[in-house]
T-cell receptor, first 114, second 112 residues
């Protein structure tokens, strides 16, 4: 059983399109995250939800909108895709948002915008 | 502000060599400290962690000790294997902050 799963694994699309990435965790965790990893492997937090409440909303374009329908799911919708959005997007979860908690990562969604 | 600095890569070693990857942090307070590893094509996974000063985290032959006096959490392994080739991330998490502060990652290449 996969603990944190993401779909799709690969996403190739044209500039200007709208796309969504889905994430689900079956660990019973309260907190979920979206990260963006660029080609140099630099990891940037984008959003985090704790019990469906947004607790981290970093400086990202408002074309990116997260949605958490329940504690086990955190989706990422991206409007008007741009070339610079090409990256690997990781979903993660943790038991809580406290320090010392381990984050569990999904396998990543590789987004390529043409 | 809070930050984590780790040594730049890539670090290239021969199999069975001794490994050190340096990590230092700047933070107000005493964060929990982590090492995560990312194998090619995969997501990150926890390698080890320490939540207070002088704690030693260990896993799979890797070790790191939380040194408050030098604000460091250096990763070490006595004898690396080709399978240890990956990107290693140091991270810090303060109680006062919801998010992990990540280092830039260090790519490790082990040659047979």
């Amino acid at each position: 059983d996969t603990a944190v799963s993401q779909t799709p694994k690969y996403l190739v699309t044209q500039m200007g399109n709208d796309k969504s990435i889905k994430c689900e965790q079956n660990l019973g965790h309260d907190t979920m995250y979206w990260y963006k990893q660029d080609s140099k492997k630099f990891l940037k937090i984008m959003f985090s939800y704790n019990n469906k409440e947004l607790i981290i909303n970093e400086t990202v374009p408002n074309r990116f909108s997260p949605k958490s329908p329940d504690k086990a799911h955190l989706n990422l919708h991206i409007n008007s895709l741009e070339l610079g959005d090409s990256a690997v997007y990781f979903c993660a979860s943790s038991q809580s948002s406290g320090a010392g908690e381990t984050q569990y990562f999904g396998p990543g969604t590789r987004l390529l915008v043409l | 502000g809070n930050s984590v600095t780790q040594m730049e890569g890539p670090v290239t070693l021969s199999e069975e060599a001794f490994l050190t990857i340096n990590c230092t942090y700047t933070a107000t307070g005493y964060p929990s400290l982590f090492w995560y590893v990312q194998y090619p094509g995969e997501g990150l996974q926890l390698l080890l962690k320490a939540t207070k000063a002088d704690d030693k985290g260990s896993n799979k032959g890797f070790e790191a000790t939380y040194r408050k006096e030098t604000t460091s959490f250096h990763l070490e392994k006595g004898s690396v294997q080709v399978s240890d080739s990956a990107v290693y991330f140091c991270a810090a998490h303060l109680d006062s902050n919801y998010q992990l502060i990540w280092g830039a990652g260090t790519k490790l290449i082990i040659k047979p």
